[in-house]
């Protein structure tokens, strides 16, 4: 069974550069879940969506951020405008909504911006 | 409000040592509990979960019991790996929602030499 995909793997930017993650998370599941890990902060919650509705945004550091789910198949994040301090690897998982469900990973998508 | 906390790392073994790494909760209500682990360059992974007290999960050779008593689920192997030298995430899930939203532990990174 395919996993949570997404893509690129690896983005290297300059600053000031619009970048979009994606993510195509595992069919049936209907929660999914956008996370940032660096050495500093450790792994942080984002944002995260139930049945394509965002329910909580509240990690989202500032409003050079926005994700969005169009569908049920397909998430985006995106940074605009980028900052150095934006480098780190963003990890997509998606679970079904329940309390006893673990999240599934993505491979996460390694952002540099210089 | 519900938490995790988990002893800090780096942990350094020896190949075939014992090995232990402590995780305990707060949490209102009846919380699942996870393990995760992440390989070098990968996302988390599922290592085992429980969903009740007294509940053991175990997979590739590590086990950890649900405590009420004491709000734990410590990590356990009794015998480690150079394979397992890896980030290990003890998690639980949010008992007040039902999106399947987990909150981590900050990750203990654990080293096994041969």
């Known amino acids: 069974d395919a996993g949570v995909i997404q893509s690129p793997r690896h983005e290297v930017t300059e600053m000031g550069q619009e970048v979009t993650l994606r993510c195509k998370p595992i069919?049936?599941?209907?929660?999914l879940f956008w996370y940032r890990q660096t050495m500093m902060r450790g792994l942080e919650l984002l944002i995260y969506?139930?049945?394509?509705?965002?329910?909580?945004d509240s990690g989202m550091p500032e409003d050079r951020f926005s994700a969005k789910m169009p569908n049920a198949s397909f998430s985006t994040l995106k940074i605009q405008p980028s900052e150095p301090r934006d480098s780190a690897v963003y990890f997509c998982?998606?679970?079904?909504?329940?309390?006893?469900?673990?999240?599934?990973f993505g491979d996460g998508t390694r952002l540099s911006i210089l | 409000g519900n938490s995790v906390t988990q002893m800090e790392g780096p942990v350094t073994l020896s190949e075939e040592a014992f090995l232990t790494i402590n995780c305990t909760y707060t949490?209102?209500?009846?919380?699942?509990l996870f393990w995760y682990v992440q390989y070098p360059g990968e996302g988390l992974q599922l290592l085992l979960k429980?969903?009740?007290?007294?509940d053991k999960g175990s997979n590739k050779g590590f086990e950890a019991t649900y405590r009420k008593e004491t709000t734990s689920f410590h990590l356990e192997k009794g015998s480690v790996q150079v394979s397992d030298s890896a980030v290990y995430f003890c998690?639980?899930?949010?008992?007040?929602?039902?999106?399947?939203?987990?909150?981590f532990g900050k990750g203990t990174k654990l080293s096994v030499k041969p």
């Open positions: 998982a998606s679970s079904f909504a329940s309390g006893n469900q673990p999240q599934h």
């Open positions: 069919s049936g599941h209907n929660s």
């Open positions: 969506f139930n049945n394509n509705v965002p329910i909580d």
């Open positions: 949490a209102t209500g009846y919380p699942s």
């Open positions: 429980a969903t009740k007290a007294d």
């Open positions: 998690a639980l899930s949010d008992p007040g929602g039902s999106q399947g939203n987990l909150i």
